[in-house]
């Protein structure tokens, strides 16, 4: 029989489901797509809070959207607004940056802190001042960073856990 330079390693273990290799490999895979999804979230919800600036703004009138989906209805808050940039007048309708819907009680209580013809700061895009929202706030994502550090924490500590018992 000729040699084909190819070896089989009979001795060679294979990985098990338990293997602190695997794991940590699950657990890097499962922390960068946490981060993905984070990185998204914070694109959407705290990037403006950054980057957009102040201006006054009045409110014209409010209304809460209906959108249906497979979960069930879900409300948009809307605040229509009125501000000026630069000297040119612009209308707004986000109260959120992100445009966020929720449950009904949620939409009215937004809704409820905004009276017609009340005089309120708006944050508007500078590269595109037609894009503009009335809450500054982070809302959840501080909760959702708290959340994936302490999760992130339990993991390395589980893996580094696992990892000294099966060398020990």
Known sequence: MAATGWRRNVDREVPKGDDPRVLGALYGVITFVLLIAMAGIARRNVWPLITYRPTSAVVDSTAIEVRGSRNGDNYVPRVYFSYSVDGRA????????????GKRRWAEQLVANYQPHAHVT????PEQPDRAFLRHSVGS???????FVTLATALV???ARRRRLTSA
């Open 141 to 147: 994502f501080g909760g959702m960073v708290a959340i």
């Open 157 to 159: 500590w589980r893996a």
């Open 122 to 125: 708006s944050y508007y895009d």
């Open 90 to 101: 612009y209308h707004g309708t986000r109260v959120t940056p992100a445009d966020l819907r």
